[in-house]
């Protein structure tokens, strides 16, 4: 509680508004997913829409975070707070264009339709990252940094099912070259997901930090061994 | 006795007296200063200034404080209350069977009601419903509600984890300038699921079936053209036919458990179980299968029960699919492994069983995909083993059921070792 109501007030809003913004980026996260499976262009498009708001609300959280320091000056929890909305919404903002590329990917895809055994894998990827977003944003507004524990191990999950399924596409590429355009475009798709995990660990970050003014350990395990992935040729 | 009885009444009368005077003592106070305002500017005798000051005192102790009508229409109107409007809000809310949360002005939750914190975990009092539920459709309703609309339209809200379910909710100021608001969920999963199954159960079946289909169909071409008259080529493709049709028999066998299962709401098992016996029958169950793939079972399961809460049913099907893939796709280990043990040696800590076979093992990429449905990491030898693609999928299913994890850790040429965290009472 401060003196100033208003102080209050602004600090509420920009809680309230990092929250909406996770919101429409777990709905991104959704509907991308769903229109790349279930070949839905009209979702797709509504997606990419979708984008323009979560930049708005970025934009408006900038503002007035920058607006609150300026006039507040203030210090310890509430800077650590103020900060700390800046970067979630940031982090929030890329979840949101990667959803974007997503949607844009699948109007591609649906050009030639691929096995159904290709999208379970994306759809199993993305599930792992949504848990991870929502499980953070849960913490967001319960404090209970303790749950966060499980963030580091599903970060590594999510690490292990993407190189798994970059091993996948290429061996599709290789059967047949005409799956190539489709199969890239699914590999950046499983990218973006994976990037969407990161970027949900990074938001775990700043909570802790915001919470209890340490670092979260930084043990962190990278397991994302895709980058010595190859494939050999047999003649 | 009657002595005591005395005292007590006296001291009641009096602390009453006491009670009445301090309540009116500006009053009281304000009738001593006048009368003796009027005395000092007057020649009346003293003698009557102190009479009428001990009579007020006296009047002010004496009279009730509430006229006799008016404490006659209280005691109507408590009478009238009724239990209703004596009940509090909290026993109201706990009596609710869906999920229900009041929230105040600023947004901040004040109460949730038990099945509320089942379903959402943590949403203690004190946290931002607006933080809490983030889709947009509930931040527009939280926002409608509080800027005044009465009663805005109801929303659907979905919450994917740990399992997928559905509400619709409601939200309505609760009185006149109680300043609360309250929202109710009311659960439509059942009927979001039973359409979804169908869509995904044809889904998966068509795309499933039409392998063997498509080998049977074949045969009863050739059957009928080229090999007409030849009764070795007959026999052999009537074999095969038998070995399809047995096939997707099992594949139909496997998607209606694994939707049965998915259809079925989600509630906390209540029932609890000795896992140590369950999975002792499971061997039992089993042993004639292991002995046909010349698979010997090892087991190590303590002698006291280990009680779990969890579904039996359920349970039994997640350790009879562990333990057929062992003794299936780890026969050439000849040896499967089966254990028991506490988490923790807290007697309230969960159990893990494993189970460890000594097959070809699982290579490092297939690991974190086996529980997707359909995924094999060996087509052919799932075939040749009459595997579904859903049996670990079952199994976690199951298990997300039971907030329980599965952990599989495997070595290429050493075998694989599937454990099961159940969480503790």
């Not at chain 1, 609150?68 to 203030?74: D, L």
């Not at chain 1, 798994?164 to 005409?178: A, Q």
């Not at chain 2, 003698?47 to 209280?74: D, F, H, K, W």
């Not at chain 2, 089966?338 to 097959?359: C, L, Y």
Request: some cysteine; aromatic content about 6%.
């Amino acid at each position: 509680m401060h003196i100033v109501s208003a102080y209050d007030e602004d600090l509420k809003f920009l809680a309230g508004r990092v929250a909406a913004m996770g919101g429409m980026a777990e709905r991104m996260i959704e509907n991308s997913i769903s229109a790349l499976v279930h070949n839905d262009a009209p979702m797709a498009q509504k997606v990419i829409a979708a984008d323009e708001q979560l930049d708005a609300a970025q934009r408006e959280i900038d503002e007035r975070a920058l607006a609150v320091i300026a006039r507040r000056q203030p210090l310890a929890d509430d800077l650590r707070e103020i900060i700390g909305s800046i970067r979630i919404s940031s982090d929030l903002e890329r979840v949101g264009d990667l959803g974007k590329n997503i949607a844009k990917r699948a109007i591609s895809v649906a050009m030639s339709r691929q096995p159904v055994k290709l999208f379970r894998g994306l759809q199993s990827l993305s599930e792992l990252a949504s848990a991870q977003l929502k499980d953070v944003l849960d913490v967001y507004a319960s404090r209970e940094v303790s749950r966060l524990g499980s963030v580091r191990d599903r970060d590594y999950e999510i690490d292990a099912v993407y190189t798994s399924l970059f091993r996948e596409l290429l061996t599709y590429m290789m059967e047949d070259p005409r799956n190539i355009t489709s199969c890239t475009h699914l590999l950046f798709c499983a990218k973006n997901i994976e990037r969407m995990g990161d970027h949900a660990t990074n938001i775990a970050e700043t909570i802790y930090y915001v919470v209890t003014a340490e670092q979260l350990p930084a043990e962190r395990p990278k397991q994302d061994r895709s980058h010595d992935v190859t494939v050999e040729v047999d003649d | 006795m009657s002595e005591t009885d005395t005292t007590e009444t006296t001291r009641s009368a009096l602390a009453l007296y006491a009670t009445r005077l301090s309540e009116a003592r500006w009053v009281v106070i304000a009738a001593i200063v006048s009368i003796l305002f009027v005395a000092a500017f007057s020649t009346v005798s003293w003698l009557y200034v102190a009479i009428s000051l001990v009579g007020v005192v006296t009047a002010a102790a004496a009279v009730p404080r509430r006229s006799r009508m008016r404490r006659r229409r209280e005691a109507r109107a408590h009478a009238m209350l009724g239990p209703l409007e004596r009940l509090s809000a909290e026993r109201l809310a706990a009596a609710v069977p869906d999920p229900l949360i009041l929230f105040d002005q600023t947004g901040r939750i004040v109460h949730v009601n038990q099945p509320a914190q089942a379903a959402f975990g943590s949403t203690s009092p004190g946290v931002d419903v607006q933080l809490r539920f983030r889709s947009p459709e509930m931040q527009e309703l939280v926002r409608a509600l509080l800027s005044g609309n009465d009663r805005p339209a109801g929303v659907d809200y979905a919450e994917r984890l740990p399992v997928e379910r559905h509400y619709r909710v409601s939200a309505s100021s609760v009185g006149a300038g109680s300043g609360l608001y309250v929202l109710v969920f009311k659960d439509q999963s059942e009927l979001r699921r039973v359409d979804r199954m169908r869509a995904d159960f044809i889904a998966n079946a068509s795309h499933e079936l039409r392998t063997p289909l498509a080998s049977i169909s074949g045969f009863i071409e050739t059957l009928r053209g080229p090999a007409r008259d030849d009764p070795g080529a007959r026999d052999r493709f009537l074999e095969i036919m038998n070995n399809q049709t047995a096939r997707m028999a099992r594949l139909i066998d496997d998607l209606l458990s694994l939707s049965r299962l998915e259809m079925k709401s989600f509630v906390n098992p209540e029932e609890r179980v000795d896992i140590c016996l369950l999975v002792g029958g499971v061997i039992d169950s089993l042993n004639q299968l292991a002995k046909d793939a010349g698979v010997e079972i090892v087991r190590a399961i303590p002698s006291e029960p280990i009680e779990v809460p969890g579904s039996r049913d359920e349970l039994i099907q997640v350790f009879e699919n562990l333990l057929e893939n062992a003794c299936k796709y780890g026969q050439s280990g000849g040896r499967v492994e089966i254990a028991v043990e506490r988490s923790d040696n807290d007697p309230k800590s969960g159990v893990d069983v494993t189970v460890r076979d000594f097959g070809p093992g699982i290579p490092d990429e297939h690991i974190p995909r086996v529980t997707e449905r359909f995924y094999r990491v060996d087509v052919e030898e799932s075939r040749t083993q009459k595997g579904t693609g859903l049996g670990l999928a079952i199994v976690k299913h199951i298990l997300s059921r039971h907030n329980a994890r599965l952990t599989i850790r495997s070595k290429v040429g050493e075998g694989a070792a599937f454990t099961v965290h159940l969480p503790g009472p």
